[in-house]
Every structure is written in structure tokens, then in C-alpha cells.
């Protein structure tokens, strides 16, 4: 079945360091991968996507490249903000199975100042 | 503001009680889901409503009976809970069809004693 898998955390960064969360995924067929951020004491929000190879999703600051030679999708940004402190989510749509979603187990970047 | 709203935001209960989560999205979705988020697991779908019809039940125990009367309202009826059912309950909505994205509510702290 569909899987996804995300560096474990925390991760702990001072404010404006680069960022990278690392995602690897397992899929039958062609996926949408998504990122999604979730805020404390808040749900999850969509960061952003790609829907397919190649494809690069941006949003805040943030983006991933969809790699399908790799079955990658890692997030990046050049310089996070205190405000960045989240837990992120690596997620996958199987275009076979509707828009239902498969998370990894999310990763807590935690931005010093 | 969150176009999801579930209530309440915390709740403790114990095993021999009934209780029910309410969620409302008010952005025209005609899906809806519920998920299960526990410490340190990656999120479970356990229920999803198509156009208010069940299309998914992951192997969810009879304890959790979802209602979805309308395309904008969806219940989790809880009963005879296991401490180990202890969860953020969190309810998302999207639009039917592939690449849709989730918007998930702020989630119902659940805590069974």
C-alpha cells in the first residue's frame, strides 16, 4: 500500500537558518504530494503541492520539488522565522483512490531567535 | 478563521459515557472525513462521506458511529470508550475529486478516563 515517510524530529533551528524536511513516499501509480503545517492548538493547513514529476509547489517561502527518479518531495526554505515553528506534514493523493490522504508522521521544527 | 468548526474543542469522558463530535464547514464542500491524530502516530483517516453517503470506514470500531445528515454537518457518536481511544479528533472537507485539498478543523481534545 501507499506510504509516506518523513525525517523524525524536532528539528532545531535559530531564526533565518535553512530548512530542509526530508519526505520519501511509496505509491502504486502517479500521486499528488502535498504538504501540510499544522500550528499549536490548530488543525492542519495546506503549505502546498505538486501534482506531478517535476513539479514545484511554493507557498510562504516554502517549496518542494515532486522527484519521481527519487520518490521524494522535501520541503525547503532559505530562512525560517520564529513563526515558522510548526509541526509539517508530508502527505499523498492516490489519483486511483480520490482525494483521500496518506500522512507521514510529521515532523516539529522548533525556530530559536 | 477556520471555514471548519468543530465542538467542542476538549472534552473527558468516561468508558460507560456517550458523547458525540460535531463538525460544520461552511465552504460548499460536499465531502467530509474524520481523523484520528495520537502522540507520536502518523494521522488515520477514519471515515469518509461523499455527498453525504459513507464511502470509507477504515476498520474503525462500532465504539465511533459517524452521522453526516448534509453535505455541511458531520457527528462522531462516541460510546464505551477505551482510554487508548484518547485522540485529537480532527474533521476535514473538500470538494469531490482528485487533487482537492483538505481543510481540517481545529480538532476535539479527546481524553477517555
Known amino acids: 500500500g501507499d506510504s509516506v515517510t518523513q525525517m523524525e524530529g524536532p528539528v532545531t533551528l535559530s531564526e533565518e537558518a535553512f530548512l530542509t524536511i526530508n519526505c520519501t513516499y511509496t505509491?502504486?501509480?502517479?500521486?499528488?504530494l502535498f504538504w501540510y503545517v499544522q500550528y499549536p492548538g490548530e488543525g492542519l493547513q495546506l503549505l502546498l503541492k505538486?501534482?506531478?514529476?517535476?513539479d514545484k509547489g511554493s507557498n510562504k517561502g516554502f517549496e518542494a520539488t515532486y522527484r519521481k527518479e527519487t520518490t521524494s518531495f522535501h520541503l525547503e526554505k532559505g530562512s525560517v522565522q520564529v513563526s515558522d515553528s510548526a509541526v509539517y506534514f508530508c502527505a499523498l493523493s492516490d489519483n486511483n483512490a480520490g482525494n483521500m490522504l496518506t500522512f507521514g508522521g510529521g515532523t516539529r521544527l522548533m525556530v530559536k531567535p | 478563521e477556520t471555514g471548519v468548526t468543530q465542538t467542542p474543542r476538549h472534552l473527558v469522558m468516561g468508558m460507560t459515557n456517550k458523547k458525540s463530535l460535531k463538525c460544520e464547514q461552511h465552504?460548499?464542500?460536499?465531502?467530509m472525513y474524520w481523523y484520528k491524530q495520537s502522540a507520536k502516530k502518523p494521522l488515520e483517516l477514519m471515515f469518509v462521506y461523499n455527498f453525504k453517503e459513507q464511502t470509507e470506514n477504515n476498520s474503525v470500531p462500532s465504539r465511533f458511529s459517524p452521522e453526516c445528515p448534509n453535505s455541511s454537518h458531520l457527528f462522531l457518536h462516541l460510546h464505551t470508550l477505551q482510554p487508548e481511544d484518547s485522540a485529537l479528533y480532527l474533521c476535514?472537507?473538500?470538494?469531490?475529486?482528485?487533487?482537492?485539498?483538505?481543510?481540517f478543523g481545529n480538532g476535539t481534545r479527546l481524553t477517555v478516563t
Open positions: 505538486a501534482t506531478k514529476a517535476d
Open positions: 505509491a502504486t501509480g502517479y500521486p499528488s
Open positions: 476535514a472537507s473538500s470538494q469531490v475529486g482528485d487533487n482537492s485539498p483538505l481543510h
Open positions: 465552504l460548499g464542500h460536499n465531502a
